[in-house]
């Protein structure tokens, strides 16, 4: 059964203060790994896709890697209109319709 | 710009009304999903669609049904709702080769 744990679960950081949230996984073969950021009472917005490991993806002050058992949301400088909940995703190879495997969540709370 | 819409943001119903809940995609995607978000549960997919009238059970289908009549449409239905499906309804499409799924903005449903 395919697995996602993301950690930690709540993180609170100053203006500024950069740091990194972490997804690791378990699936029998990786066709995908996803980001995406929800902001309360709000959908999912997606972010990146990462397919194989060493794989890099960059977008404003986020940066996204994936090693072979894990990927890691890297925030650098973060102001407070990065505070959301990070969601991960992964995609199995054998998953026959293609579904995904969520993670449940790190909320982020950058205070000014 | 993938723009996937929900027939309503807040939703109240009681105890055993059959209750619609309807997804709109305009970018011609072949695959739709269901989930349900609850806190410290994370996302779980209800049901979901490959293609127009084609539907497969997700992780938790019970007490759902899904309709797909024409293919930007994807209906969830609660036949007897209940309050223990009280919760944050997502809908989620994706076009064929390509494994990102766009989500709508999300109805909170409550059941009393």
């Known amino acids: 059964e395919d697995q996602v744990t993301q950690s930690p679960e709540a993180l609170r950081l100053q203006e500024g203060e950069s740091s990194s949230l972490n997804c690791s996984y378990t699936?029998?073969?990786?066709?995908?790994l996803f980001w995406y950021r929800q902001d309360p009472g709000k959908g999912p917005e997606f972010l990146f896709t990462?397919?194989?490991a060493g794989e890099e993806k960059e977008k404003e002050r986020l940066k996204a890697t994936l090693t072979k058992k894990e990927s890691f949301l890297h925030i650098t400088a973060p102001k407070p209109e990065d505070s959301a909940t990070y969601l991960c995703?992964?995609?199995?190879?054998?998953?026959?319709?293609?579904?995904?495997?969520f993670g449940k969540g790190t909320m982020l709370l950058v205070s000014p | 710009d993938v723009k996937v819409t929900q027939s309503s943001r807040y939703l109240v119903k009681r105890t055993g009304e059959k209750v619609f809940l309807e997804c709109v995609q305009d970018?011609?995607?072949?695959?739709m999903f269901w989930y349900r978000q609850d806190p410290g549960l994370g996302l779980r997919l209800i049901y979901f669609?490959?293609?127009?009238?084609?539907?497969e059970k997700g992780d938790i289908p019970e007490g759902y049904s899904v309709s797909r009549e024409k293919k930007e449409r994807f209906s969830l239905i609660l036949e007897s709702a209940s309050t223990n499906q009280t919760s944050m309804y997502l809908c989620?499409?994706?076009?064929?080769?390509?494994?990102?799924?766009?989500f709508g903005p999300g109805t909170r449903l409550t059941v009393t």
């Open positions: 669609s490959y293609d127009v009238k084609m539907k």
């Open positions: 699936v029998s073969g990786l066709r995908g």
């Open positions: 970018m011609d995607h072949e695959n």
């Open positions: 990462l397919y194989s």
């Open positions: 989620a499409s994706r076009p064929q080769g390509t494994y990102e799924q766009y």
């Open positions: 995703a992964v995609q199995d190879e054998n998953s026959g319709y293609s579904t995904l495997t």
